[in-house]
């Protein structure tokens, strides 16, 4: 499955540090999502794009801050970041945000320490 | 809110048998969709099968079908004639018709298929 790419594949910060994580999708698709991945967790929705527009931002903290130039690439700048936020980012897309079916990338493995 | 239990952490299956995992769901709506995803050691989450909560028929795909209990509020996958490349963990999600994108995720099952 190659239909959504993420980049880097593993990820090692600082607290300090600013880095950013890459999606992009080679389906066509209008929507794109950001999820968090933590051990023994459901996965939790942070932020949902519809045509290049944020539509949704699940109270997530403002040290994440997405990004999303056109309806194929989606960013998820990170800085200072905290230890907890360590988990594996995933990013989806559906044709639009009413599509009941979302495809996924496979994830970007961040630690942080 | 929604929510999503999956009260089987693990599960164990010799290759070639059928093994069946758990789902159940709490909601107040009458239309939804649920879905069982994949994520093997790849950590790509691939959609297993998808059941409309209007239709009465259990979604079947190959070796995987669905008894989507309605009443009860249950979704459980049965996996037959199990493969080790079924090993992976398997989550089981809900998403209402009403709300868009929103997909409620449970904690997911980890399968492994042993010899």
């Known amino acids: 499955e190659t239909g959504v790419t993420q980049t880097p594949r593993h990820l090692v910060m600082g607290m300090t540090n600013k880095k950013s994580l890459k999606c992009e999708q080679h389906l066509g698709h209008n929507a794109m999502y950001w999820y968090k991945q933590s051990a023994k967790k459901p996965l939790e929705l942070m932020f949902v794009?519809?045509?290049?527009?944020?539509?949704e931002n699940n109270s997530v903290p403002s040290r994440f801050s997405p990004e999303c130039p056109n309806s194929s690439h989606l960013f998820l700048h990170l800085h200072t970041l905290q230890p907890e936020d360590s988990a594996l980012y995933l990013c989806?897309?559906?044709?639009?945000?009413?599509?009941?079916?979302?495809?996924f990338g496979p994830g970007t493995r961040l630690l942080v320490l | 809110a929604q929510t999503v239990t999956q009260s089987q952490p693990e599960m164990s299956v010799q290759e070639a048998e059928t093994v069946t995992l758990s789902c159940t769901y709490d909601?107040?709506?009458?239309?939804?969709?649920l879905f069982w995803y994949k994520q093997p050691p790849s950590r790509q989450m691939i959609l297993v099968i998808r059941?409309?909560?209007?239709?009465?028929q259990n979604a079947t795909e190959n070796r995987f079908s669905v008894n989507f209990q309605k009443a009860a509020k249950s979704f459980s996958l049965k996996i037959s004639d199990s493969q080790l490349g079924d090993a992976a963990m398997y989550f089981c999600?809900?998403?209402?018709?009403?709300?868009?994108?929103?997909?409620?995720f449970g904690t997911g099952t980890r399968l492994q298929v042993t010899l």
């Open positions: 909601t107040s709506e009458s239309d939804y969709y």
């Open positions: 999600a809900y998403r209402s018709t009403g709300t868009a994108s929103k997909l409620t």
């Open positions: 794009y519809s045509l290049e527009e944020r539509v």
């Open positions: 059941q409309e909560a209007y239709k009465q």
């Open positions: 989806a897309s559906s044709p639009d945000t009413t599509w009941e079916t979302q495809y």
